[in-house]
Nanobody, 119 residues
Framework: QVQLVESGGGLVQAGGSLRLSCAAS????????MGWYRRAPGKQRELVAT???????NYADFVKGRFTISSDNAKNTVYLQMNTLKPEDTAVYYC?????????????WGQGTQVTVSS
């Protein structure tokens, strides 16, 4: 099994910054991609950003220029640097990974970390 542990959420004022981290642990043979989704109150879950094992990145339009995703492959860890935060960025942020383990290739999800941006 693969476990994901997120950290770095919290309360910040509009215009501020936060950095989220997510570490994958367990018997991991390879990671195809890691990334972040979010779910705001009353809304569906939406993609924020992803990064492949080769370093390719993809961002939702609403975070381009403000958020940066990066990873440390040696640590199986993904980061999300969030700058110029807006109140509409308030959501629970979920880490995910597309990884291969003893269970084969599967998606795994973290429990989520709350990000609250005050106006």
């Amino acid at each position: 099994q693969v476990q994901l542990v997120e950290s770095g959420g919290g309360l910040v004022q509009a215009g501020g910054s936060l950095r989220l981290s997510c570490a994958a642990s367990g018997t991991i043979f390879s990671i195809n991609a890691m990334g972040w989704y979010r779910r705001a109150p009353g809304k569906q879950r939406e993609l924020v950003a992803t990064i492949t094992g080769g370093g390719g990145t993809n961002y939702a339009d609403f975070v381009k220029g403000r958020f940066t995703i990066s990873s440390d492959n040696a640590k199986n860890t993904v980061y999300l640097q969030m700058n110029t935060l807006k109140p509409e960025d308030t959501a629970v942020y979920y880490c995910y990974t597309d990884a291969r383990s003893w269970a084969g290739r599967r998606e795994y999800w973290g429990q989520g970390t709350q990000v609250t941006v005050s106006s």
